[in-house]
């Protein structure tokens, strides 16, 4: 099936729609945080708890959304989520107080912690092989488009006051009624226990290959938020006098290269399979983040950044693929829900392992460690796949 023939499927742009909900209140609000911090008189650090309220309770509240997901159907779940996304969101904007805002902000995250896995979800659910391949690519080129799109949104909208950016979650309500009445997806149907229901997904859990790549997924979100967005700002500005502008426009350049590779994901992995083009998209990491500290100006900088996004692009669609692979459907919502639960991980830890990197080696060794973790899990990899013939690919169900 040609890959455009998925854009005109009205499932895959459902389920886009809820990506673009996932995505939106963290990058949106950003631009508003100088005119927050004047409304309410705070500091620089208290602005960035509106962050950590919204994240916080995906990290303890996926898995269980992903549990109910598999044992009460996926729209369920997710009309109720994304209802109280939008509400919450919206009351954001009328919070008289600080205090008040941040605990909006945790309520909304209660109903933003299971999009992002029910999307991946729903397209494990819908396709399979090749054509899942392809969509899951889509729909990380779509996210990959969010990310790079809602700061100068929002941005835009904070010029106003800097409670307009809260208002953007009421796009959740009119999402909510698209799945509702046009998503048509296998819903389901688990009549075991919970108890033979969790025996029965802690086998899975249990497979090497998935282990692996929960692995190799948390290494990835460490260089993500560890090297990459932590310390890439920070190098331009020291290093080269970057304004805020010009230092968007380096991050939105990598955000479409993102885009635009992983739009390609069903073509490339009609011709690769799953661990090769994981191998090599954590080899191209190597070089992207090896050409970043190297880079001699702003113009050569688009070179290692772009390459940076090329690693992207391929490696986080094809994992989520790999991983929504392995999972039957009366499982499959709790697997990807660990899948989010393990990128919280990385997200996590990023900032702090590659905070001890900095403190003992400066900030470009903050680059050439995150190169090495890169490295360290292709050598693996490839070592892997020539103990395991199916290295990260499912095993084939037998014929009857």
Known sequence: MPDSYLLRNRNLRVIFSVTLMAVMSVSSITPAFPKIIHEFAISGIEVGLLITAF?????FLTPFLGVLADRWGRKKILVPSLLLFAVAGAFCALAPTF????ALRVVQGVGGAALGSLATTLVGDLWEGREMAAAMGLNASVLSIGTAAYPAIGGLLAAIAWNVPFLLPLMALPVSLLVLLRLNNPEP?????IRDYLRGA???FKDIRVLGLFAAGII???ILFGTYLTYFTLLLDREFGASAPVIGLMMSLMSLTTALISSQMGRINRRLSVGTIINVSFL???????GIPLASSLWTMAVPIMIFGVAQGASIPTIQTAV???????YRGAFMSITSMVIRVGQTLGPLVMGGVYLWGGIHATFYVGAGMAVTVAVVGL???RLMPSYLEPEAEPNP
């Open 284 to 290: 191209i990491y190597a070089l992207g983040l090896v």
């Open 189 to 193: 149907k688990n009549g075991e226990s």
């Open 99 to 102: 205090n008040i805002l941040l």
């Open 202 to 204: 802690a086998g899975y």
């Open 55 to 59: 994240t916080l309770p995906g990290v």
């Open 324 to 330: 929504a692979s392995f999972a039957p459907l009366n």
């Open 220 to 222: 990835l979100f460490i």
């Open 383 to 385: 070592v892997a796949g």
